[in-house]
């Protein structure tokens, strides 16, 4: 069965300081790859996917990056945390796309990083 | 890619059914409907998906009128634990776009 593991899964930075979440996923090859970000009370906002190694997208601009070095491993992070970096960070896969109608993309979440930036 | 508008809120009973509609009208033809609930704390977890028409699973139906511009997730016989959020999105490929979400809170 697949597994996806998030760490830490709190953690408290000041302003200033860089920032490195890590996401593994196990069980599966070749996933589709996402991080979202949560702020209290509020929706999912989707930062970054990836289709592949080395192959990520952007969302949204900002001062976060994601790299995906292995098949399975997914990175966020930031050279200088802002305040507005707060937040609920999750990670999350889905199975590969096959055909153009898509019968099949349910998304796994992690269990998520509670990020304070003070 | 589908925009989706949904209630912010909903207040239920125990043991009603619970309906909460969400209206997607710029959903594309190959967009799915996909409905998700997520508890404090914790990554959404997937409840049901569908294209048109009804879907129906063990834990949820979901309601898709022809023109796929709403759809409707139904809740049977609902408990203090199905007290969360639901997101419904409109997927394209591999985006998935979360909105604000429905709170569903379920009183005794």
């Known amino acids: 069965s697949q597994t996806i593991h998030q760490w830490p899964a709190t953690l408290v930075q000041p302003v200033g300081s860089p920032l490195s979440l890590e996401c593994t996923v196990e069980g599966t090859s070749n996933p589709n790859l996402y991080w979202y970000r949560q702020a209290a009370g509020r929706g999912l906002q989707l930062l970054f996917y990836?289709?592949?190694?080395?192959?990520i997208s952007s969302e949204v601009p900002q001062n976060l990056s994601a790299s995906r070095p292995q098949d399975r491993q997914f990175i966020l992070s930031s050279k200088k945390l802002l305040l507005s970096d707060s937040g609920f960070y999750l990670c999350a896969w889905s199975p590969p796309i096959s055909g153009i109608l898509s019968s099949y993309n349910e998304q796994f979440f992690g269990p998520g990083t509670r990020l304070t930036v003070l | 890619l589908a925009k989706t508008t949904q209630p912010i809120s909903m207040d239920s009973y125990e043991g009603q059914e619970v309906n909460i509609t969400c209206s997607h009208n710029n959903i594309a033809t190959n967009d799915y409907i996909t409905w998700y609930q997520q508890f404090p704390s914790q990554g959404p977890r997937f409840i049901i998906q569908?294209?048109?028409t009804k879907v129906t699973n063990e834990v949820a139906s979901l309601f898709i009128p022809a023109d796929r511009k709403s759809s409707t997730l139904s809740l049977p016989r609902v408990s203090l634990s199905d007290t969360a959020v639901y997101y419904c999105?409109?997927?394209?490929?591999?985006?998935?776009?979360f909105g604000s979400g429905t709170k569903l809170n379920v009183k005794p």
């Open positions: 990836s289709v592949g190694i080395g192959q």
């Open positions: 569908g294209y048109k």
């Open positions: 999105l409109g997927d394209n490929f591999n985006k998935f776009y």
